[in-house]
């Protein structure tokens, strides 16, 4: 069974460029969720992706797009960066078989993405 | 708004002791309340999750303990380890139009030394 994963490890921006980090999801999982931790701070929730459309949005503004692809892989897109984006942003991944609701849900390593 | 408060912020315990982390919520539509462990460098890792059915879930050295009423739940480290020395963070999550989002306390940094 292979866990989740998410490229690239790390990475550089500058304020104002756009930037994308992808995640594929654990074997057998069908729904992705992206999670923003800021150093010393918990995990906050972005957006979560089944069947391929956003099923939900937290706190955060429409530069904060994202994808899902058949294969239940994920893309999350910043544009307009700001400084204040500097942070591990993670990716979840659960299986949400029918109508139920799975709460368990597996994390990848994160990206650490500073902008500067 | 943090939905879910954790506490203490960081913790010192002896090895062999006992580390307890507290958490408090007032969502009383959340249904399920996991702990995650996060080393440096790596993403969260479930430990152990509970439902509020029932008042205690034990797995090895960990165990939650859940007081419905208070709206409190609590994570037990028996016989802690310096391996054990990670970040822990609670969390809940509720049915709702997004399936299992999960609200984070804001961690406890345990260190436990030899």
């Known amino acids: 069974e292979t866990g989740v994963t998410q490229s690239p490890t790390h990475l550089i921006k500058t304020r104002g460029q756009q930037v994308t980090l992808r995640c594929s999801s654990q074997s057998g999982h069908n729904t992705v ?3 923003q931790q800021a150093l010393g701070q918990g995990p906050q929730f972005i957006f979560q992706y089944y069947r391929e459309e956003e099923n939900g949005r937290g706190n955060f503004p429409p530069r904060f797009s994202g994808l899902q692809f058949p294969n239940y892989s994920s893309e ?4 307009a960066l ?4 500097s942070a591990l942003y993670l990716c979840a991944s659960s299986l949400t078989p029918g109508q139920r609701v799975s709460y368990e849900q597996y994390f990848g390593p994160g990206t650490r993405l500073t902008v500067t | ?3 879910v408060k954790q506490s203490p912020q960081s913790l010192i315990v002896q090895k062999g002791g006992i580390s307890i982390i507290n958490c408090a919520y007032e969502n009383t539509a959340f249904d399920y309340f996991p702990w995650y462990q996060q080393f440096p460098g790596k993403g969260p890792a479930l430990l152990i999750a509970i439902r509020p059915d029932v008042s205690e879930k034990k797995e090895g050295r960990f165990t939650i303990s859940f007081n ?3 709206k409190q739940f609590s994570l037990h480290i028996m016989d802690s380890q310096p391996g054990d020395s990670a970040t822990y963070f609670c969390a809940a999550s509720f049915r709702g139009s997004t399936l299992g989002r999960l609200y ?9 030394w030899p």
Do not use: C, H, I, M
Request: hydrophobic share 30%; no cysteine; proline share 0%.
């Open chain 1, 82 to 85: 700001e400084l204040d984006d």
């Open chain 1, 76 to 79: 999350l897109n910043v544009n």
């Open chain 1, 33 to 35: 969720s992206w999670y």
């Open chain 2, 104 to 112: 984070f306390g804001r961690g406890t940094q345990l260190t436990v």
């Open chain 2, 1 to 3: 708004q943090q939905q």
């Open chain 2, 68 to 70: 419905k009423s208070a």
